[in-house]
């Protein structure tokens, strides 16, 4: 009687999780759509008297083109510039500086393969670079997709190298892939790019960043002892046959305005008929067949083996901001109140806060304790998000004040502990109040203030050319 009335919650929970993420969706897609209708009216009805030329260049005189860009990364689910008509994921944050880019990358596509190395770290290279996105031979025979991706016919900054470099700012899981990005510029894994180098990233500012995996991942429907396969019944699973099935439709103007980023997978009805469709849900084929999706790689055993090949490099400067919702009463961490926190993200906070892994499953690391992980905002935990830590922990400072810390030391992983929830930085503006100005304007006014690469470091091991 007892396992029935288990499963009986389980199942409710399940339904109000998938309604409740549902409702959202429906909710960011609408705001999308009225927003640009209203932006079509504005423009029928209101001709702008004349065109004004705005020279670009900052109150200082300075020559806005000849600043390192700050590039902002999504996270899962996260869309670019381009996407969702008008709406942006960082809230209109690209707005506070003149030379900000805002890519738009696959929002399930996966983080990290140990052949590829990278694959939405790819499509940010070629972003930036220009050309056809290069997913790898061996890579893509092993998952059963192309080989290559989308074409750019100009990168958005094709100057790009040691000389000049970039700001990188992520947010969740944009954050990992930076890390595999400037690793694999490091290790010259970009063909037809020899000179590459650690170098050509001048900075790297995490927020919500998932560096070591999320306990969410389990509770959503990853399985514990691996961190690879699915629960049968789940979120994830409802997830996946809703992805597969907009997929398949291949609706070109839905496409356009949002988009996954599977199409290397041909997963469209033109290319795989009613049978191939069949074969997907069925899990006999497509990116949830073969793992080549993200959610893998946000499991602690994923970012585990992620983290075994990125470096902290010694000439890159790192701040995290690392975000919870939660706090102790009488020993016990529970949510830190009910309307801070997003209802997308509620039950999550509650449920993330009480986790245990399950006790006759070997845990996913040496040394691991389950109240090291209750801290979290809705979709991380904040033992994730301060800086890499596993399997070994890299440099780091924590921050109270922001003066305390200059000048800032390059290879250092400088952070924050912000009270929010996981995406009170994002998609709207009016929900973090005058937080959202103090993060953004701190991010950018390091990076344009702070952050200066005078002279390349040495390190011991290595000789100067």
């Not at 506070?96 to 939405?120: A, M």
């Not at 009613?274 to 946000?298: K, Q, R, S």
């Not at 930085?425 to 990076?447: K, M, T």
Request: proline share 6%; charged share 20%; aromatic share 12%.
């Amino acid at each position: 009687m007892i396992r029935w009335w288990i499963s009986a919650l389980q199942l409710a929970e399940l339904f109000v999780s998938s309604m409740v993420h549902l409702l959202y969706g429906f909710y960011i897609f609408s705001t999308a759509v009225a927003g640009d209708l209203s932006q079509a009216l504005n423009e029928w009805f209101i001709k702008p008297n004349a065109n004004i030329e705005v020279k670009r260049e900052d109150p200082s005189g300075t020559n806005v083109d000849a600043l390192p860009p700050i590039v902002l990364v999504h996270g899962i689910f996260g869309f670019g510039k381009g996407r969702l008509g008008g709406l942006s994921y960082f809230a209109g944050a690209e707005k506070k500086d003149e030379r900000v880019l805002v890519p738009d990358l696959g929002s399930l596509t996966s983080i990290y393969d140990r052949v590829l190395g990278g694959f939405r770290a790819r499509e940010l290279f070629y972003y930036l670079k220009g050309g056809q996105v290069d997913y790898g031979e061996e890579h893509s025979k092993a998952c059963g997709h192309s080989q290559f991706g989308r074409i750019y016919e100009q990168g958005h900054y094709p100057e790009w190298d040691e000389d000049h470099p970039i700001h990188f700012v992520g947010h969740s899981a944009g954050a990992q892939v930076v890390r595999v990005l400037q690793q694999m510029l490091a290790d010259k894994a970009f063909k037809g790019y020899e000179s590459t180098s650690e170098n050509w990233v001048l900075s790297i500012t995490s927020l919500s960043g998932a560096f070591n995996g999320t306990t969410r991942t389990y509770l959503d429907g990853m399985q514990p002892e691996d961190g690879r396969m699915m629960k049968p019944i789940c979120l994830l699973q409802l997830c996946r046959l809703g992805v597969i099935i907009y997929d398949w439709l291949d609706i070109p103007w839905l496409k356009a305005y949002y988009n996954f980023g599977f199409d290397h997978f041909s997963t469209s009805w033109k290319k795989m008929g009613l049978w191939g469709l069949v074969d997907c849900l069925l899990g006999n084929a497509g990116p949830f067949a073969t793992g080549d999706w993200i959610l893998p790689d946000l499991t602690i055993q994923g970012s585990i083996r992620q983290n075994c090949h990125l470096q902290t490099f010694p000439n890159t400067f790192y701040f995290s901001y690392a975000t919870k919702r939660t706090r102790k009463i009488l020993g016990v961490t529970v949510p830190s109140g009910i309307l801070g926190i997003h209802p997308l993200l509620f039950i999550r906070v509650l449920q993330m806060s009480q986790w245990r892994h399950p006790p006759d499953v070997s845990p996913p690391y040496k040394g691991y304790r389950d109240e090291d992980w209750q801290d979290n905002d809705g979709a991380l935990n904040m033992i994730s998000m301060t800086h890499p830590r596993l399997p070994i922990e890299h440099p780091s400072h924590f921050v109270v004040n922001d003066s305390e810390c200059l000048p800032l030391q390059p290879g250092i992983w400088y952070y924050k502990i912000v009270e929010a929830d996981h995406i009170l930085f994002i998609v709207n503006r009016e929900r973090a109040g005058f937080q959202y100005d103090l993060i953004y304007d701190s991010i950018f006014e390091r990076c344009r203030k702070h952050v200066v690469r005078k002279t390349l470091l040495t390190l011991p091991n290595q000789a100067p050319e």
